[in-house]
């Protein structure tokens, strides 16, 4: 970290939970040179990966539906949630994280993943980095029924859609993770579907 208008950055831990909220009080310069003493709260979950797994032959992309008790208590009448497959790295590098979530939450085994983004999602509050990913699927691939790992306590149902609807479920509102909108729009702006 290497910002000369940052100094005297102080950590604090307030919960270590589920994972860990830290309070930090550090001065700023602001741009008429004087300085102020700042104080933000970074939740910091680990980094994760997410991927959309797609099938040009069938039109398809496969997402997972789950609850998310986050969203259900800010307006998300039922909690739950249409996304694409996603986890935490865990110590795993986000290739090798990817697979074994893929394989976990949605029953195939895949060997190629591409890397199309990396990106903050919640920059003002979160550390998580989140590594993106594409990924073509077959029926030949699919190993298992998925629905994530059994002492995640995910209960993740496993969605294959067409394309085309993913994209109406977009403008609909059935999809409002940020993450599955951005692989969505990128397999759009791609053409993975020709």
């Known amino acids: 970290m290497k910002n000369e208008k940052i100094k005297n950055i102080k950590k604090e831990l307030l919960s270590d939970n589920w994972y860990t909220l830290n309070k930090f009080t550090f001065d700023y310069q602001k741009s008429d040179g004087s300085w102020e003493t700042q104080h933000r709260e970074a939740y910091d979950r ?12 069938k039109g398809t992309v496969v997402l997972t539906k789950q609850f998310r008790m986050p969203t259900y208590v800010n307006g998300n009448k039922d909690g739950m949630m249409i996304e694409v497959c996603a986890g935490l790295l865990d ?3 986000p290739e090798d994280c990817i697979r074994k979530e893929t394989e976990e939450e949605t029953g195939y085994k895949i060997d190629n993943v591409q890397r ?9 509050s979160v550390t998580e980095i989140l590594y993106l990913f594409i990924g073509a699927y077959e029926e030949k691939m ?6 994530g790992a059994e002492n ?7 969605l294959e859609l067409p394309f085309t609807k993913a994209l109406e479920m977009i403008k609909s509102g059935e ?10 729009q990128y397999a759009q702006i791609n053409s993975l579907f020709g």
């Open 142 to 147: 699919k190993v298992s029924e998925g629905g």
């Open 91 to 93: 110590g795993d590098n």
């Open 46 to 57: 680990g980094n994760g990966a997410g991927i959309l797994l797609y099938n040009t032959h």
């Open 175 to 184: 999809i409002c993770d940020a993450k599955t909108i951005l692989l969505l």
């Open 152 to 158: 995640e306590t995910e209960n993740i149902e496993v």
């Open 116 to 124: 199309v983004f990396e990106t903050y999602m919640s920059p003002g």
